[in-house]
Nanobody, 122 residues
C-alpha cells in the first residue's frame, strides 16, 4: 500500500520559515518525481515545485523560486520542502505527490498525501 505522509505544517509569521516533510512508503520511488502542490479554498491545486528521486533535479514555480527549496533523503525515503521568507499568500494546504514524470500538472501524479496546512500571518 503506497503512502505519502506530510508533516511540518503550522502557523508562522510573514518572513518566517517552515520545513515540510513527505515520507514515502509502499513501493520503490527511485524512478519517480516527487512534487509539492498547494491549494486554497475555491482554487485549483497549484504546482509549487518538484524533484526527481534519481538525480535530484528540481523545478519550481515562479511564485516560490528563490524562497522554497526541495530536497530528498533517499535513505529515509523522505522529501522536504524548505520554505523561507514566507508570505501570507503562501497560506494553503500543501500536498506531496508522486508520479512518473516531473511536470506541473496535478493529473500526472499517481499518489497523493493527505495534505498539511500552512498558515502565514501578516
Amino acid at each position: 500500500q503506497v503512502q505519502l505522509v506530510e508533516s511540518g505544517g503550522g502557523l508562522v509569521q510573514a518572513g518566517g520559515s517552515l520545513t515540510l516533510s513527505c515520507s514515502a512508503s509502499g513501493r520503490t520511488f527511485s524512478s519517480f518525481a516527487m512534487a509539492w502542490f498547494r491549494q486554497t479554498p475555491g482554487k485549483e491545486r497549484e504546482f509549487a515545485g518538484a524533484i526527481t528521486w534519481s538525480i535530484g533535479y528540481t523545478k519550481y514555480a515562479d511564485s516560490v523560486k528563490g524562497r522554497f527549496t526541495i530536497s530528498r533523503d533517499t535513505a529515509k525515503s523522505t522529501v522536504y520542502l524548505q520554505m523561507n521568507n514566507l508570505k501570507p499568500e503562501d497560506t494553503a494546504i500543501y500536498y506531496c505527490a508522486a508520479g512518473p514524470v516531473l511536470v506541473n500538472a496535478p493529473g500526472a501524479y499517481n499518489y497523493w498525501g493527505q495534505g498539511t496546512q500552512v498558515t502565514v500571518s501578516s
